[in-house]
Nanobody, 112 residues
Framework: QVQLVESGGGLVQPGGSLSLSCAASGFTFSTYGMRWYRQTPGKEREFVAGISSSGGSTNYADSVKGRFTISRDNTKNTLYLQMNSLKPEDTAVYYC?????WGQGTQVSVSS
């Protein structure tokens, strides 16, 4: 069955960096676009970044453009999100998504 397992979350100070990973299994990873979303309590899940199946095309939410980088390694069936210059408003649970499949999420907290 399809599994998406996120890792790499944690607590970081404002201005710091974190790198998230999403290990995918149960489907042909290299044939599907992938996305990162995030959610805070009481708010709807919001799109963060997306990447095409080959990795040749990416897009970002305006709020993270220039600070976050999405990438993928199709040989490892893994999706990544490099997050730099983190702000307190980036605090959320981050989810990996493929079509209608979701991971369990990883908590990112940005606080001094």
């Amino acid at each position: 069955q399809v599994q998406l397992v996120e890792s790499g979350g944690g607590l970081v100070q404002p201005g710091g960096s974190l790198s998230l990973s999403c290990a995918a299994s149960g489907f042909t990873f290299s044939t599907y676009g992938m996305r990162w979303y995030r959610q805070t309590p009481g708010k709807e899940r919001e799109f963060v970044a997306g990447i095409s199946s080959s990795g040749g095309s990416t897009n970002y939410a305006d709020s993270v453009k220039g600070r976050f980088t999405i990438s993928r390694d199709n040989t490892k069936n893994t999706l990544y999100l490099q997050m730099n210059s983190l702000k307190p408003e980036d605090t959320a649970v981050y989810y990996c998504n493929s079509r209608f499949y979701w991971g369990q999420g990883t908590q990112v907290s940005v606080s001094s």
